[in-house]
């Protein structure tokens, strides 16, 4: 295998990742800056408290894509679950920690919620599910990313096979990671002042 050609598409996978796509629709339509409002987060939720619907809707589907596409990519490209998993992981930490903001992303929900369809499409159907179902009940962004992504390395290795192990490794960085940035909404989940989802 080709080390150039995989550094290539992991370096790839993270100046996409990198993106801020929450940042940019959130100028667009509201001439924001979503960095200075509510959490200050480039994703979706926040976006939706800065600057509504519309552009929370763009930013939650191009950053699902922006873990999505460099993933198959990859995959198609190299056909090597290593290197496809390298992708994913880069692609996620483009996300929380873009060189275009001095490494001040966001907590990368969407961004891995595409990577884990890319690499295991019916968990990461499930893990949307589970995201959805937990939004509904709670009205809690934060709260259902948890429960969602406490799902998906659960399910990896309930039906792991044994070649499966970059994606297992891929299922625990993705859990580990979620749960790292979600440190402060996790305490103020305990503490009833968590805002739901929508509000200002």
């Given at each position: ?5 995989q ?21 667009l339509?509201?001439?924001i ?29 191009a ?23 390298l ?6 930490l ?58 998906y ?30 440190r ?17």
């Amino acid at each position: 295998m080709n080390i150039f050609l995989q550094s290539l598409s992991v370096l790839f996978s993270y100046l996409l990742g990198a993106v801020p796509f929450g940042l940019f629709f959130a100028k667009l339509f509201s001439g924001i800056d979503v960095r200075t409002i509510g959490s200050k987060n480039i994703g979706a939720t926040n976006v939706l408290r800065a600057a509504g619907k519309k552009a929370a809707i763009l930013t939650l589907l191009a950053d699902i894509l922006k873990g999505f596409l460099p993933v198959l990519i990859v995959h198609l490209l190299i056909n090597n679950d290593v290197t496809t998993v390298l992708a994913g992981a880069a692609a996620i930490l483009g996300h929380n920690f873009p060189v275009y903001l001095r490494f001040k992303g966001g907590k990368g929900v969407a961004t891995s919620l595409g990577v884990v369809l890319a690499v295991s499409p019916w968990i990461g159907l499930v893990c949307l599910l589970a995201w959805g179902s937990a939004a509904f009940l709670w009205k809690y962004s934060s709260l259902s990313a948890l429960v969602a992504f406490a799902c998906y390395p659960l399910l990896t290795f309930f039906t792991a096979k044994p070649d499966s192990k970059p994606q297992e490794a891929l299922s625990i960085f993705i859990f580990g990671m979620i749960y790292s940035r979600h440190r402060e909404n996790i305490k103020r989940l305990f503490a009833g002042t968590e805002p739901k989802i929508g509000k200002k």
